[in-house]
């Protein structure tokens, strides 16, 4: 099993940056995607950016520019920046991870098998 802990959320005001933070403990860390999703009162898990065991990325097209997801394999950890934060960027970010092969699938119907608990983004105007 994998064991994900997020951490960073916070209220910020529309315009500010936030990092947030994945470690990640368990099975071999290497050979796993890693991602965020976020969630909004009332609405459904949609999938944010994701990066694979080989660091190639992909996101979301509402996010492309501000935000940017990283990973430190020494560390067990990834990370998302997000600059220009806008009330619409409220929401209860999770971080998830799956192995390389399932990559495809997150950005559809298709969801990780790992997940921590989420934390709270809440963007003020």
């Known amino acids: 099993q994998v064991q994900l802990v997020e951490s960073g959320g916070g209220l910020v005001q529309a315009g500010d940056s936030l990092r947030l933070s994945c470690a990640a403990s368990?099975?071999?860390?290497?050979?796993?995607?890693m991602g965020w999703f976020r969630q909004a009162p009332g609405k459904e898990r949609q999938f944010v950016a994701r990066i694979r065991s080989d660091g190639i990325t992909y996101y979301t097209d509402s996010v492309k520019g501000p935000f940017t997801i990283s990973r430190d394999n020494a560390k067990n950890t990834i990370y998302l920046q997000m600059n220009s934060l806008k009330p619409e960027d409220t929401a209860v970010y999770y971080c998830?991870?799956?192995?390389?092969?399932?990559?495809?699938?997150?950005?559809?119907?298709?969801?990780?098998?790992?997940w921590g608990k989420g934390t709270l983004v809440t963007v003020s105007s």
């Open positions: 998830a991870a799956d192995l390389d092969y399932t990559v495809r699938t997150w950005s559809g119907s298709g969801r990780p098998s790992y």
């Open positions: 368990g099975r071999t860390f290497s050979s796993y995607t």
